[in-house]
């Protein structure tokens, strides 16, 4: 009977080792399972809060490139070309938060794009960014930088046949007769100096940046449309023989804060500059068959205010 208790006194040590055995074991691959959910958990924090990282990197990046100097005097379109080529400079490459060559951001993506929204020009940055923790986890920051500032209004619009600087017409003078019959853009206005007379005439839209100066015995006429900041034709009593004279058979555009002394055909009975250039005594000033001052103002600052990031996603 003794011996009857005693293997059974056994056979339960027995067992209750075996279940104690389980149940350690079982709560040993619990914590390991618990420590390997918590470091990949760490990871995943880590390398996302270095995609972050990213982001600001590049916010301020861009922040700083598009507020120098050099940018001040580029149009929005220039503002595009020059800042994707400066950011093309980064991308894809490592930086190191410390020692470790495997704790890094990098900008994988960075696309510039620009637009106009009623009087304010727009500058977006599609961008991605990359973050890698110690253990090689990998989590990125996808979205858009948008950066606004009001246009202004700046001279001069460009003709539609105008795509390259390079077709600009620079400092020219005249001295002798001309017929343009496409659109024309002078960048720093052109001089009429004739030795005797000159005329000039365009018979499309004429767009003149700076000063179109004439001189004594010059016509200038425009068919078409005329954008021009400084129109200074000489001028004195019609009595005192011929100055200059320019007149615009459509409208004047005039970008200038300046005012000048605009003459309306219909105010004066003439219905067309064919009548205007035959008058005699010769007519001098400017004349036009309707005309509309465009007041200029220089582009507002761009401000870190208006920076903005939409559309982040994280994955």
């Known amino acids: 009977m003794l011996r009857e208790e005693k293997g059974s006194t056994l ?6 080792i ?6 350690g074991l079982s709560l040993i691959g619990i914590n390991v399972n618990n420590s390997k959910q918590v470091s990949k958990s760490g990871n995943d924090i880590q390398a996302t809060n270095l995609a972050e990282m990213g982001t600001t990197h590049l916010k301020e990046d861009i922040f700083t490139k598009i507020a120098s100097d050099e940018y001040k005097t580029k149009d929005l379109e220039e503002i595009k070309k ?20 495997k704790t890094k951001f990098k900008i994988a993506a960075a696309t510039v794009q620009n ?37 202004g209004v700046s001279f001069p619009p460009k003709p539609p046949n105008i795509t390259d600087a390079n077709t600009y017409l620079n400092s020219i003078v005249y001295k ?20 005797t007379t000159l005329t000039f005439t365009v018979t499309a839209d004429l767009y003149a940046k700076g000063t179109i100066r004439q001189e004594a015995n010059t016509d200038l006429t425009v068919w078409g449309n005329a954008h021009v ?9 019609p009595g005192n023989g011929n100055l200059g004279l320019m007149c615009v058979e459509k409208k004047l555009f005039i970008y200038s804060n300046l005012n000048f002394d605009i003459k309306k055909l219909s105010d004066y009975g003439y ?5 205007v250039v035959a008058h005699r005594p010769p007519l001098n000033g400017v004349y036009a068959k309707d005309y509309e001052y465009i007041r200029t103002t220089s582009p507002d600052n761009w401000s ?12």
Do not use: A, W
Request: aromatic share 10%.
């Open 18 to 23: 075996v279940v104690f055995t389980v149940i």
């Open 11 to 16: 056979i339960t040590v027995l067992l209750m």
């Open 229 to 237: 900041e400084n129109p200074y034709p000489k001028t004195n009593n």
């Open 115 to 151: 637009e106009v929204v009623g009087n304010n020009e727009i500058i977006k940055v599609k961008f991605t960014s990359v973050g890698t923790s110690e253990n090689d986890q990998t989590r990125k920051v996808i979205g858009t930088f948008k950066l606004l500032r009001g246009k």
């Open 304 to 315: 870190k205010g208006n920076l903005t990031i939409e559309d982040i996603e994280y994955k």
């Open 176 to 195: 002798g007769n001309y017929t343009k019959t496409e659109p024309v853009y002078y960048y720093s206005g052109f001089t009429m100096n004739p030795p």
């Open 82 to 101: 020059s800042l994707q080529s400066e950011l093309d400079t980064i991308i894809n490459h490592d930086f190191q938060v410390n020692t470790s060559n």
């Open 271 to 275: 219905t067309s500059c064919s009548q």
